[in-house]
């Protein structure tokens, strides 16, 4: 029986290592990408690879490897990315492009890398790791909301394109995980005579508190396991809590105006 092999960007740390060393530890090939492997002081069970998700050369090299020395790759895992916060009017333009690069054009060059070689397998799967975020505009989280929602619409359009093709693609969206995402995340400076000051302070607090009292990133390592198992997944799997599924579902529900006054009412706006 053939042990798929599985590329995983952004396997350093978080949801993405979680996510490899599960997979390596029930055999499967496993490729974890970071842009700097030899930080990583820990021994891993599963390969280390370069791969910069903003550099399509970067990306190329990295796929051309793994199919050099496995032959295949069945499963791609579009895990790296990066958090931003902040009033949009505060958040530099780079910032804004940096946050696209990474979260929204690193997954299309990496679908575009690995699909002639799936076509060529008549078989594959995407699975791009969203958020829950994507699906509401969050305040001063906005440019994050937008990055993720625009990847959740992208993986329903190309898993039509090639479904035929015998490749599925599906949308994971994490809720809150106890990882290290707010180290990483961009933050607009709190500037004091911002309008913004006191508003954004109180959200960025809760932001940071929601990731610490997060859940284990095991949990969607197994539910990674479960989808790759399946043979016709889902397009769209919620890795989130009660509240925050219901709160997916109250918006489909309820007029706008009310549910943004209960999400400002939330976030203390």
């Not at 933050?187 to 932001?207: D, V």
């Amino acid at each position: 029986m053939h042990l798929k092999t599985v590329l995983i960007t952004g396997a350093s740390s978080g949801i993405g290592k979680a996510i490899a060393e599960h997979l390596s530890e029930k055999g499967y090939t496993v490729f974890g990408t970071s842009r700097n492997p030899k930080k990583t002081s820990e021994k891993n069970d599963f390969e280390m690879i370069v791969l910069e998700v903003t550099q399509i050369e970067s990306i190329w090299k990295a796929v051309d490897y793994v199919i050099g020395k496995s032959g295949r790759i069945d499963v791609l895992i579009n895990n790296a990315g990066m958090g931003i916060a902040g009033p949009l009017e505060e958040i530099p333009e780079a910032e804004i492009k940096r946050v696209f690069e990474t979260n929204f054009f690193g997954p299309i060059n990496l679908m575009k890398a690995v699909l002639p070689q799936m076509r060529k397998q008549g078989s594959g799967l995407i699975i791009n790791t969203t958020s829950i975020a994507g699906y509401m505009g969050l305040p001063f989280r906005g440019v994050y909301s937008a990055t993720k929602g625009a990847l959740e619409l992208l993986t329903e359009s190309i898993n039509m394109e090639v479904k035929k093709q015998g490749i599925r693609l599906v949308n994971l969206a994490p809720g809150d995980f106890a990882t290290n995402i707010a180290s990483g995340r961009y933050h607009a400076p709190l500037q004091e005579k911002s309008p913004y000051f006191l508003t954004y302070q109180t959200s960025l607090e809760m932001m940071n508190a929601h990731v610490d009292s997060g859940a284990d990133p095991r949990k969607i390592a197994r539910l990674v396991e479960q989808i790759m198992l399946d043979k016709n997944p889902k397009i769209h799997y919620k890795a989130a809590g009660m509240i925050e599924k219901f709160g997916i579902v109250l918006k489909r529900i309820l007029p706008d105006k009310v549910y943004e006054r209960m999400l400002m009412k939330h976030f203390k706006l």
